[in-house]
């Protein structure tokens, strides 16, 4: 319950949405009429100034409810509280006010876990200081309450429906430039296959007739020119929205180390600095994923230990823990990302748990990327 409470807390507010979006205007056109009508035609309505004042006065919130939805909240609950406790009652009393249960949707649909914390503080003051001053019966506040969560759930429901929908965009994108990679080492390969077999035919038709040695260099040039123009289109669609500063790589590791408990042993054996780019950036970003598996699911481990050993042909990465056994199923997503990275350099990616405690990621990758 404890890790539940936490990662609610530190759950981060979605995509950046619209500060706010035609819905709004409409709303706010449509709202601030009705409740001047209603304050100005209803005859059992007590404090009629102040209760059009304070009605009219809290739809303009409706504006900024997805870019502070917290503040939004803190502003139409804590008003309506301030106005009860000055006129001694539940105020105020319109039927339009019903909008403001789309501050407690918003919320949870664009806040972050922190705010939807103190959010719902907020309203359970309200309605528990409204309780206890006798200003709802207790049916209302039950009844309030059941709304008030429905709302929140519907917000948390779309909130996540909205996660997972941009996830498998990501997905899609990322099968994308797979598949762009893929093509980028066939083309290239082809190429490179052309102008070797033109190098070889120059060199054998060198002393016998030179005319036949030019034309093969002139069409390994072309060869080459035509695979720089294709691997730079391909490189530059890989490259979108990316990061385009070096990344980590094996010397790197020793950042992992300067976290937060359980410790984190690094060992680097061998020559790591000599390794291609692919596959020292691969290393460290294995060893991340298995380290940050590790934190998340490795219960009352007290060391985690990633060690590289660098040889002539191979790289082998070992991350291991002694925490608490974990039940071997399906493989997460992580574990199935880190597959797929080692293979697309030709190694392998496997992960069990250990014969007595922990649990144990092994990854073999050549040394030259294939």
């Known amino acids: 319950m404890l890790e539940l409470l936490r990662s609610v807390w530190r759950e981060p507010r979605p995509a950046p949405a619209p500060p706010r979006v035609w819905r709004d205007w409409v709303l706010v056109g449509v709202l601030v009429p009705v409740a001047l009508l209603e304050g100005l035609l209803r005859p059992d309505l007590s404090w009629r100034a102040l209760s059009v004042i304070v009605s009219t006065g809290l739809v303009a919130t409706l504006l900024w409810r997805r870019s502070r939805p917290l503040l939004m909240v803190v502003v139409g609950f804590g008003v309506a509280t301030v106005v009860s406790l000055v ?126 040695a030019v034309d093969a260099l002139h069409l390994i040039d072309a060869e080459a020119a035509r695979a720089l123009d294709e691997m730079r289109g391909m490189v530059r669609l890989l490259r979108t929205e990316a990061d385009l500063s070096p990344g980590p790589r094996v010397a790197d590791l020793e950042r992992l180390a300067s976290r937060t408990r359980p410790p984190i042993d690094v060992e680097v054996v061998g020559d790591a600095g000599g390794l291609p780019s692919p596959v020292s950036a691969a290393v460290f970003r294995l060893a991340q994923e298995a380290v940050t598996n590790a934190r998340r699911h490795a219960k009352h481990a007290t060391r985690i230990e990633v060690r590289v050993v660098v040889d002539e042909s191979t790289v082998r990465l070992r991350v291991s823990d002694d925490g608490d056994l974990r039940q071997a199923g399906s493989p997460g997503f992580g574990l199935v990302g880190m597959i797929e990275r080692a293979s697309l350099l030709g190694g392998t990616c496997e992960a069990g748990p250990n014969a007595g405690r922990g649990w144990t990621v092994t990854a073999v990758l050549p040394r030259a990327a294939s």
């Open 87 to 212: 006129v001694g009652a539940d105020f105020p009393k319109q039927n339009v006010l019903v909008f403001m249960v789309l501050l407690p949707y918003s919320l949870f649909r664009w806040g972050s876990g922190r705010e939807a914390v103190l959010g719902v503080a907020v309203i359970a003051g309200k309605i528990g200081l409204s309780s206890v001053l006798g200003y709802l019966t207790p049916g209302d506040a039950l009844g309030g309450v059941v709304v008030l969560a429905f709302v929140m759930a519907l917000g948390a429901v779309f909130r996540f429906r909205s996660r997972a929908r941009v996830r498998e965009l990501d997905q899609v994108k990322l099968l994308e430039r797979e598949r762009l990679a893929r093509d980028l080492h066939d083309t290239v390969a082809h190429h490179v296959s052309a102008m070797a077999i033109r190098a070889q035919a120059g060199i054998a038709m060198a002393n016998s007739d030179p005319d036949a």
